[in-house]
């Protein structure tokens, strides 16, 4: 209470300023007036000095702050400095009368609302809407004062778009990093597995080719010398195909920017039913397909084909037998993300046992002659070149499902920033 | 008397291996039976059956790694467990074109494994594979009697 009289002590000495100075200068020329009468008003005049000064002081204050000062009653602002003018675009004339929440972003003001009905007095974010409509991040800070006999509430603005954005640029960075880390080690374990496939893959055939020669010149023998030059010619071709294979995987890995194309699921699967009608009528197969959950995608069309194709040959090859092959291929959305599921009633795989394996080159978990084991390594490889993932689950004398993910949203990926709240 | 080791067993699915492994024991006399197994699983089994006949049972045994179904890691794993149920101590080569560093130690690493040797494999690295045997077993011999 004691500040509230200050106040308007204050505002009264500021209007009988003239006449107070005359009083002051008559004093001085009136030598018989008591020395207690001449004390008050000596009093007064220096408590009436300060105010003056504590005023100016205050204003000066108010103006040289970087934030904007307002002053609600009632919601309504009553004075504010020019550091809200600056921030918000209006001028000190609009802002005097106006309503403090329309400076709020509309779906802000309840909070804020809340805040003041609770004399809430420490900082806090919102995001504030600018004259111009631009939306702006905002930290306020209010606190109830008295003044005039009512209790006013006096409330900074501070414009933090600045360090929000540099948060935001952060936290990008961060993510950016984390997400270059991953694809680092990502590549450091194809790398690693490359080296393993060039190791055994190459030298194989190359060893056999080298022992197979010792033993051409050893042998006396025509048709063991035949038998040799034809094993000669199988190891060689083994090492081209392993050569050819590798090659491809690296195209795959390099062509990370490989075309995508606008792809309808029906026509690859229409079309790889056309390249697999052989077998599908030789085991009486029944293939379908139900893409109307997720029709489309875009997609390389090579990859698509591809991943198409090796799977439905894969449910096919590894059917039971007398177990007439079940293939049902559907697609659906999770979120963002689009899946294929391709389900068989087929051998299945222990993937207990043969998990780890499952995805590697030249890994067959069936002893079927055509099993070379290149299929789910090279999709595999497509698939997480594009950001995508495969998994299986499997069950022996069962079947398999193996699903594919075209565009894994991976969970640490940067949260894409609210556009509205742009830099006013 | 049987001290010189004559049975030999080859776990590898590169028939052109199990083939130049095979030709190359018989033309240097280092074998006299040869056992071919394409994958981990069908060996385990071989082995099973013939727990309780020794002679049936190999002297040595060139595990290949990669291989379809049970790989040589996993025929490992299992020949754990099924040893102590065989009549006669088998040597087991690991025999492999990795030259990964890291399937050279845990070959190295494995109790049931004699050395790891890398294709493509001479003959006279088999000889010598084949003396070590021989001298194995007939060091066995003097411990037994």
Same mark, same amino acid.
């Given at each position: 209470?004691?500040? &509230?009289?200050?106040?308007?002590? =204050? &505002? ?15 004093? /001085? ?20 000095? /300060? ?9 000066? !204050? ?74 702006? @991040? ?42 270059? *880390? ?70 795959? &890995? ?11 699921? /029906? ?42 194709? %090796? !799977? ?15 293939? *049902? ?15 068989? %009633? ?51 004398? =069962? ?5 594919? %993910? @075209? %565009? ?17 | 008397m049987n001290q010189r080791p004559r049975t030999v067993a080859i776990v590898d699915d590169?028939?052109?291996f199990q083939?130049?492994t095979s030709?190359t024991l018989q033309?240097a006399?280092l074998a006299e039976n040869i056992l071919q197994f394409d994958n981990g699983e069908d060996a385990l089994k071989f082995l099973k059956e013939y727990a309780h006949q020794p002679d049936a049972l190999p002297d040595v045994l060139f595990l290949d790694i990669?291989m $379809?179904m049970v790989d040589g890691w996993m025929f490992l794993e299992d020949y754990a467990v099924i040893k102590e149920s065989l009549t006669k101590p088998i040597s087991i080569y690991m025999v492999s074109?990795?030259?990964? $560093?890291?399937d050279?130690?845990r070959a190295h690493r494995n109790e049931n494994i004699v050395d790891y040797i890398?294709k493509?494999v001479?003959?006279?690295k088999l000889a010598e594979i084949m003396q070590k045997q021989a001298e194995y077993v007939s060091s066995q011999h003097l411990a037994d009697?």
């Amino acid at each position: 209470m004691g500040q &509230k009289k200050k106040i308007a002590t =204050k &505002k009264a000495a500021g209007v009988s300023k003239k006449p107070s100075a005359k009083k002051s200068h008559k004093i /001085a020329t009136k030598p018989d007036t008591p020395p207690a009468k001449q004390g008050i008003s000596a009093a007064r005049k220096r408590i009436e000095q /300060a105010l003056r000064e504590s005023e100016q002081r205050f204003r000066t !204050l108010q103006q040289a702050s970087f934030g904007g000062i307002g002053m609600h009653d009632q919601g309504i602002i009553i004075d504010c400095n020019q550091g809200l003018c600056d921030i918000t675009g209006y001028t000190r004339n609009e802002l005097i009368g106006f309503d403090g929440l329309n400076l709020i972003a509309p779906e802000w003001r309840a909070l804020v609302r809340e805040k003041i009905l609770s004399g809430y007095e420490r900082s806090y974010d919102v995001v504030g809407i600018h004259r111009n409509g631009i939306k702006y @991040f905002l930290e306020v800070q209010a606190k109830n004062v008295p003044y005039r006999g009512k209790v006013v509430r006096v409330t900074e603005f501070r414009d933090i778009s600045e360090r929000k954005l540099t948060e935001e640029k952060i936290k990008e960075q961060n993510a950016r990093l984390t997400s270059i *880390t991953q694809e680092l080690k990502r590549k450091n374990d194809q790398l690693e597995e490359f080296t393993q496939i060039v190791s055994h893959n190459l030298r194989s055939p190359v060893g056999n080719i080298l022992t197979l020669l010792t033993l051409l010149e050893e042998s006396a023998e025509e048709t063991e010398k035949a038998e040799y030059i034809s094993l000669l010619k199988v190891s060689a071709f083994a090492a081209q195909q392993t050569l050819l294979e590798l090659h491809e995987v690296l195209r795959i &890995k390099e062509n990370i920017e490989v075309e995508r194309q606008h792809l309808h699921f /029906a026509d690859i699967f229409s079309r790889t039913e056309d390249m697999l009608s052989g077998i599908i009528t030789e085991l009486s197969a029944t293939v379908t397909g139900d893409f109307s959950l997720a029709p489309s995608l875009l997609y390389p069309g090579i990859y698509l084909e591809s991943i198409f194709l %090796n !799977l439905m040959s894969n449910s096919l090859k590894y059917s039971r037998s007398r177990v007439k092959p079940v293939i *049902t291929f559907r697609t659906y959305k999770n979120n963002e993300e689009t899946i294929l599921e391709v389900a068989d %009633n087929g051998q299945g795989i222990d993937l207990d046992r043969y998990g780890h394996q499952v995805f590697k080159l030249h890994k067959t978990f069936h002893k079927h002659p055509e099993s070379r084991g290149i299929g789910l390594f090279m999709i595999k490889n497509q698939i997480e070149t594009l950001g995508g993932e495969i998994s299986i689950e499997s069950e022996v004398n =069962k079947g398999t499902k193996v699903f594919v %993910n @075209f %565009n894994k949203r991976h969970v640490d990926e940067p949260e894409t920033a609210d556009s509205s709240h742009s830099r006013r | 008397m049987n001290q010189r080791p004559r049975t030999v067993a080859i776990v590898d699915d590169d028939k052109i291996f199990q083939l130049t492994t095979s030709r190359t024991l018989q033309i240097a006399g280092l074998a006299e039976n040869i056992l071919q197994f394409d994958n981990g699983e069908d060996a385990l089994k071989f082995l099973k059956e013939y727990a309780h006949q020794p002679d049936a049972l190999p002297d040595v045994l060139f595990l290949d790694i990669n291989m $379809p179904m049970v790989d040589g890691w996993m025929f490992l794993e299992d020949y754990a467990v099924i040893k102590e149920s065989l009549t006669k101590p088998i040597s087991i080569y690991m025999v492999s074109s990795s030259i990964d $560093p890291r399937d050279v130690s845990r070959a190295h690493r494995n109790e049931n494994i004699v050395d790891y040797i890398l294709k493509p494999v001479s003959r006279e690295k088999l000889a010598e594979i084949m003396q070590k045997q021989a001298e194995y077993v007939s060091s066995q011999h003097l411990a037994d009697s």
